[in-house]
Every structure is written in structure tokens, then in C-alpha cells.
């Protein structure tokens, strides 16, 4: 089983130097304190000499010491916070304060930092393999967790490690929604199913500050005999649909033909009208030569329509 996570815990370390924490102008100000300290010793070293005294005069070793104990004390004490990190800081093992972004000052050796939150969008990715589905299909599915540390005393505080508990949540909770959802939905109602997963995981998570921003399913994999299956399915289903479109298109020919008839059964002048308007047709088209039999211009009574014309129509003037 693969869960992978592309965050990583921020470390406890307190010096400029240990990743969280890191501050140029503590270093810079260790390195000045260092070398005032030096300097006054040697300078203490070399009055001694010229006084022909064995030893530096104990004041000039007193503040070259304490000038070098203030760099170290400046190191421990001086720290600094990037814009998207919070410090919790613990003083004699009690919650002292969080602090951040910036510039921040804690009692050495009394105050500790504990924890360094980083408050930016997270990503996590993680899977579910072989889970089955309230129909019983295995499926293999994959998904991107997008969360974000919104209490950064909480996330410190009421879990050992909420990174790892993301991940645990996420994936029980993607198992959950896979086993409660037919396969059909899984793969048609792809955003009902994130909102769902991105729901339930927020409510897990809110206890420890977290908050789930968006879940998104990137795959979902089915076993190749299954997706044969379904793609046969598939194909049958909108070959029946088709059927059943021509069948419906025959049935309303079919009864346009009926109503045709009807109208020419009750109209024989109707009809003989259509054949010639057909025969029409068929001639206007240059160089085309129509042959007819006599049996049926006969049954059209060419001579009985043009007679009705001319009892219909208005004489000529002319």
C-alpha cells in the first residue's frame, strides 16, 4: 500500500543554522560580539606587556568573556520566523506563546521552540488499492489532499504528528466513501465524490487545526476484464437505442403513408393530380424521355382532368 506526502515535519531546531529558526542577523551579530571579545582580550594581553605584568588585568578578561557569552547568548536567544511560519515556544515545559513572523527573542536554556508550523498549502498524495465498492468492484484509486494549518497551537499541541495523521485520515476516509458508492457513481459523479471526501476529512481534521481546502480524484482503475465488460455493455446499450430510434422513424413513415392513402382514397382527383405532378418531375430534367403505358394514362384520365380545368377556369377575353 503507497502513501506518499509531499510535505515535510518542520524540525524543533533553534540555532541559524538548523533549517526553521535560521536568522543572518543573529550569526552577524555572534561574529561582531566574538571579535570585540577577542579584541579586548588581546588588547588586555598586549597593556600587560607593556606594564611588564605577567598577566592581562582581570577587567579586560571579564568583558572579553562576557562579549563572547553575549554572541552565544545572542545565537540561542534571537530567532526568526519566516512569513508563512509560527513558533511555539514552551517556556520550563508550558505553553508560552506563538510567535512569528519576524524577529523574535526567547529566554535561552528556559524558553525552547518546539515546533516551527508552516502555514502554507499543503499537498498530499494518497491511494486506495483493490478497495472494493459498495457493488463489490475492486478499484484502485488515486487522490491529491490540498489542507492548511490554520492553528498552529492545536496542530502542536493535540497531536504528535498531524502530517502522518492527515495521511492516515485521508486514505480510512477514502476507503469509506469507496465502500458506501456504487462503482457508476465513482466514475460519473466525479465531483460529488471530492466534495463528499473533502467534507469528511475536514471534519476529522478540525480538531487539530487543519483544514481540508479541496480533495481532487485523479484516477480510478478498474480490472481490465471488468472494463471489457463494460465496454460491451456499453456498446449494446446504444445499439438498442438505435434500434429503437429507426423502429420509432419506420412506425411514423409508415403512418404518414397511411394518412397519404386515406386522403387519396377519399380524392381520386387528388391522386391523379399527384401522378401527374410525378410524371412532372421526372420530365423536367432536359433530354429525359418517360415512357408511359397506355393502361396508365388511361387510369389517370388525362382527358377528364383537362376538362375540369377548362369548366373551372375563367374563359379568356381574348
Same mark, same amino acid.
Given at each position: 500500500m503507497n502513501v506518499m506526502s509531499s510535505v515535510t515535519r518542520g524540525s524543533a531546531g533553534t540555532g541559524p543554522f538548523a533549517g526553521q529558526g535560521r536568522n543572518p542577523v543573529a550569526a552577524l551579530l555572534l561574529l561582531v560580539l566574538v571579535v570585540a571579545g577577542v579584541l579586548v582580550l588581546l588588547g588586555g594581553v598586549r597593556s600587560a606587556a607593556a606594564?611588564?605584568?605577567?598577566?592581562?588585568?582581570?577587567?579586560?578578561?571579564?568583558? !572579553? $568573556?562576557?562579549? /563572547?557569552?553575549?554572541?552565544?547568548?545572542?545565537?540561542?536567544?534571537?530567532?526568526?520566523? *519566516?512569513q508563512w511560519e509560527k513558533a511555539v515556544v514552551l517556556r520550563l515545559g508550558r505553553l508560552h506563546s506563538i510567535r512569528g513572523p519576524g524577529l523574535f527573542i526567547i529566554v535561552p536554556f528556559i524558553d525552547s521552540v518546539v515546533e516551527w508550523i508552516d502555514q502554507r498549502i499543503q499537498t498530499t498524495e494518497f491511494n486506495a488499492e483493490q478497495a472494493l465498492t459498495r457493488d463489490t468492484?475492486?478499484?484502485?484509486?488515486?487522490?491529491?489532499?490540498?489542507?492548511?494549518?490554520?492553528?498552529?497551537?492545536?496542530a502542536a499541541l493535540e497531536i504528535t504528528d498531524y502530517e502522518q495523521a492527515i495521511l492516515r485520515v485521508a486514505q480510512t476516509s477514502l476507503r469509506e466513501m469507496i465502500g458506501s458508492s456504487p462503482l457508476s457513481a465513482l466514475l460519473s459523479e466525479r465531483k460529488a465524490a471530492d466534495a463528499a471526501l473533502k467534507e469528511?476529512?475536514?471534519?476529522?481534521?478540525?480538531?487539530? !487545526? $487543519?483544514?481540508? /481546502?479541496?480533495?481532487?480524484?485523479?484516477?480510478?482503475?478498474?480490472?481490465?476484464?471488468? *472494463?471489457?465488460?463494460?465496454?460491451?455493455?456499453?456498446?449494446?446499450?446504444?445499439?438498442?437505442?438505435?434500434?429503437i430510434i429507426l423502429g420509432s422513424a419506420e412506425q411514423e413513415v409508415a403512418q404518414k403513408f397511411v394518412d397519404a392513402a386515406n386522403i387519396y382514397a377519399a380524392n381520386p382527383m387528388a391522386l391523379?393530380?399527384?401522378?401527374?405532378?410525378i410524371v412532372y418531375e421526372t420530365t423536367k430534367e432536359r433530354g429525359a424521355t418517360v415512357l408511359i403505358p397506355s393502361a396508365m394514362v388511361d387510369a389517370m384520365n388525362v382527358g377528364g382532368v383537362l376538362g375540369l380545368q377548362g369548366v373551372v377556369a375563367p374563359a379568356d377575353p381574348k
Open positions: 606594564g611588564g605584568a605577567s598577566q592581562p588585568s582581570a577587567g579586560s578578561v571579564v568583558i !572579553g $568573556v562576557l562579549l /563572547i557569552l553575549a554572541g552565544v547568548l545572542t545565537l540561542k536567544a534571537l530567532l526568526m520566523a *519566516q468492484v475492486p478499484t484502485n484509486i488515486d487522490a491529491i489532499l490540498f489542507w492548511q494549518v490554520h492553528d498552529a497551537e492545536r469528511e476529512i475536514g471534519r476529522k481534521t478540525a480538531e487539530w !487545526g $487543519v483544514a481540508a /481546502i479541496s480533495v481532487e480524484i485523479r484516477d480510478v482503475a478498474i480490472p481490465a476484464q471488468l *472494463q471489457d465488460a463494460m465496454s460491451r455493455q456499453a456498446q449494446a446499450e446504444r445499439e438498442k437505442a438505435a434500434r391523379q393530380l399527384r401522378a401527374m405532378n
